[in-house]
């Protein structure tokens, strides 16, 4: 029996599922109160695509074996895969009572209860498999999907409660700016700010939806603002200091930046925009090391990275250290490129998208198209 049950489990490893169940069942045969035989037999069932024989050999396993591990994971799978979600989220929290630490015990209870319809259930499971299994992807796919249902469902309930709160305008306004719809963002924000004046944060979106649509002097005035809201605003502190440095200002931007980065030495783009100021004071050693650092940073944006290349390569031709200079021009060339690239693709795909979307050709009256 021992060797069959051997066997049957090298047969299982190997994915050759119809030998290990004979394995199994002929182990069961000559044990029959062998629970971990059940278990197996479950499993390879299970593998087969036979659920309801899947569940019977899983269900007779906890029966000799209340306790026995991995039983109740894989009896929630197999009810999960006919639909009946209670009694695969039941079985899987049977599991947890037994195993609390199993990660895909907890990331198919999060699956369960999605497919159950409860999003805020599933991210609680989800987000529990995820401290224990952080670079799973199928858990962190599963985690986000759950979380934006939540969050999609609270925005939704937050409209129907009160349409006209400043808490819908900034969603709306957020919304928008992602879209890329500044003008609408702008609207959203301002009105936004009109129902809540002196909310710390919503001058900061705005002054960056101004920005972001060239209305600089606006822009200015609104990070301002917000730092007399709130004085301790690091992203305001160092936007103002950025957008102060990009209208050639560095002597108002320059201490910004630093107050900034004093806070938090890994603020994406810092320091290229702290290179910016030194450059334009003259500085030309120091925006070299600053410039070094943005590029090496990993929070760094591609466009802000390759625009820091090229000051590098500026600034090694004005100090005479041509090969760094040449070394830094080719980085910049590289990136451009493949950003080029990158946008070609993003264009094709919506090409694709729009030619398989768009509706057939209309028909003249002589059977002509079009």
């Known amino acids: 029996m021992e060797n069959r049950f051997r066997h049957g489990t090298e047969a299982m490893h190997n994915g050759s599922f119809d030998e290990a169940a004979r394995d199994f069942l002929a182990v069961i045969r000559a044990s029959p109160r062998f629970a971990e035989a059940y278990l197996n037999l479950g499993l390879a069932h299970e593998q087969q695509g036979k659920y309801e024989e899947a569940i019977q050999s899983l269900q007779q396993a906890l029966k000799l074996k209340p306790t026995l591990r991995g039983a109740n994971l894989f009896l929630g799978i197999a009810e999960y895969r006919l639909n009946h979600y209670e009694p695969a989220i039941a079985a899987l929290n049977r599991e947890l ?12 209870l999060g699956v369960a209860e999605l497919a159950a319809d409860r999003p805020e259930e599933a991210a609680v499971a989800l987000d529990k498999a995820a401290k224990l299994a952080p670079e799973d992807v199928d858990i962190l796919y599963h985690r ?6 939540v969050s999609k469902a609270s925005y939704e309930h937050m409209l129907h409660v ?4 400043w808490r819908v305008h900034q969603v709306l306004a957020q919304a928008a700016s992602q879209a890329d719809r500044d003008i609408d963002a702008i609207a959203e924000y301002q009105a936004a700010i009109r129902g809540a004046p002196g909310q710390p944060g919503l001058h900061e979106e705005l002054a960056t939806e101004y920005w972001k649509s060239g209305k600089l002097d ?3 005035a609104e990070y301002a603002q917000e730092l007399t809201i709130d004085p301790h605003s690091l992203l305001a502190t160092f936007k103002l200091g950025s957008l102060r440095v990009e209208r050639g200002k560095p002597q108002e931007g320059k ?9 938090n030495h890994n603020l994406p783009n810092a320091y290229y925009y702290l290179g910016r100021s030194e450059t334009q004071l003259g500085n030309d050693s120091a925006a070299v090391e600053d410039f070094k650092r943005a590029v090496a940073e990993p929070n760094t944006d591609p ?13 090694y031709r004005r100090l005479h250290q041509n090969d760094e200079a040449q070394a830094a021009l080719a980085n910049f060339l590289r990136l451009k490129q493949e950003a080029s690239e990158h946008q070609q693709q993003v264009f094709e795909r919506k090409r694709k998208m729009q030619e398989q979307n768009a509706p057939p050709p209309s028909a003249t009256p002589d059977g002509e198209h079009n």
């Open 303 to 315: 466009d802000i990275a390759q625009q820091a290349y090229y000051q590098l390569s500026q600034l």
């Open 144 to 149: 986000g999907h759950a979380h934006m249902l």
């Open 218 to 220: 606006e822009a200015e």
């Open 255 to 263: 201490p910004l930046i630093e107050a900034a980065l004093k806070e």
């Open 162 to 165: 009160n349409p006209d709160s």
């Open 97 to 108: 009572k037994v195993n609390g630490s199993d990660a895909h015990a907890w990331m198919w």
